[in-house]
């Protein structure tokens, strides 16, 4: 057995599942030799505002951006979908069946997570619930606000989005 053989079986040993995730020295690494495929929900209100979440992390910087999630193996796309929403906005969504726009994002200057195929689905809250930011700030990671116009500081792999506001 050649020596990268012995190098990727030590690496799948440290795997447990990969349908939970993968560590993330791993996760990193894959993103670095193929495209990761994601899914975006587009969460409008009844008003017509987008739903964006405050984001705060080493490879994208701060901004505004549409919560998504990517794909785990054998994970299907409406998991995927709910296990963001309650991940990131802590609950379910309603979504679109298909996906509204597939969008490939290709970040030629970053090395590790500069790849990605979205898949972008139109979602909205169950009837009656609303979003709580509990003890997050604004400029907190993970605080959610409505807009009904799109944020200057929206996240520069995210300004596609600017076409669904308003």
């Known amino acids: 057995m050649n020596r990268l053989n012995e190098l990727l079986q030590e690496v799948s040993r440290q795997i447990n599942n990969p349908e939970e995730g993968l560590p993330e020295e ?3 690494f894959a993103t670095e030799i193929t495209p990761m495929l994601n899914v975006d929900l587009l969460i409008r209100d009844e008003e017509g505002r987008i739903l964006l979440s405050w984001r705060d992390d080493r490879f994208y910087g701060k901004g505004w951006h549409v919560p998504g999630g990517i794909l785990r193996l054998k994970e299907s796309f409406e998991d995927r979908i709910q296990k963001t929403a309650l991940n990131e906005i802590g609950c379910n969504v309603i979504c679109s069946a298909k996906p509204i726009e597939i969008v490939p994002i290709i970040i030629k ?3 590790t997570r500069g790849h990605f195929v979205t898949f972008v689905y139109e979602c909205r809250l169950p009837k009656g619930v609303e979003i709580k930011n509990g003890t997050r700030q604004e400029t907190e ?3 959610l606000a409505w807009h009904k116009k ?3 500081n929206i996240l520069q792999v995210h300004t596609f989005y600017r076409k669904y506001f308003m």
């Open 26 to 28: 791993v996760f990193l």
């Open 141 to 143: 990671a993970g605080y």
């Open 150 to 152: 799109c944020p200057d």
């Open 109 to 111: 200057e970053m090395k």
